[in-house]
């Protein structure tokens, strides 16, 4: 006849010390991952829901990322556009100034160099406002002056400004959209 001796108190211990080591993996795998739910065999519904919810917020990191680039291509159109203003306000002088000349019979070559360079200027602007290879001011810019009156930059001052007062609407509008979506993601985050 054969005998089996066992220490029940020792099974006992043995599968007491497997189930803690077992519930410690457990608690190492949620504090390792900051999940509750780390597969599908803790919890497959809120699994795949946290799934999703990851999925979504990646897909927000492109979208934000376009909108940083947008918003990019705008700052650089606003950057430019001051440097365009600040020549055009200058023109505007000058031409009242070619203008008084003209009518007095004096020299307006002084002025008017100075108003082809300051032309110059605005055209090297235009062409450097460009982000990753996007033209802030699109493939049509406002015109600069030609005529050298005030009226004809007058006419190149408002193009200018509407154009730059939709940068800077589209700007603003753009920063309210990474703030809604870096705020939607977040909280995709913060429940996955």
């Known amino acids: 006849m054969a ?33 509750k739910v780390s597969s599908a065999k803790d919890n497959g519904a809120v699994w795949a829901i946290a799934t999703t919810q990851k999925a979504n917020a990646k897909a927000l990191d492109a979208t934000i990322n376009n909108l940083q680039r ?14 365009i203003m600040a020549a055009l306000t200058e023109m505007k002088a000058l031409g009242t100034a070619i203008e008084a000349a003209t009518a007095a019979g004096s020299s307006t070559t002084a002025y008017v160099a100075d108003f082809t360079a300051l032309s110059g200027e605005i055209t090297a602007a235009i062409a450097a406002a460009n982000f990753d290879g996007v033209a802030a001011f699109g493939a049509s810019p406002p015109a600069v002056p030609a005529a050298q009156t005030a009226a004809g930059v007058q006419t190149s001052i408002d193009a200018w400004a509407s154009a ?23 909280a995709l985050e913060a429940g996955a």
């Open 70 to 83: 947008s918003q990019s291509i705008n700052d650089v159109g606003l950057a430019a556009g001051e440097t």
């Open 164 to 186: 730059l007062q939709g940068l800077g609407t589209t700007s603003k509008s753009l920063e309210r959209q990474i703030t809604f979506n870096t705020k939607l993601q977040d």
């Open 3 to 35: 005998s089996i001796n066992t220490n029940y108190g020792a099974m006992v211990a043995a599968q007491s010390l497997a189930a803690t080591g077992r519930e410690l993996a457990n608690v190492q795998n949620r504090v390792t991952t900051g999940m």
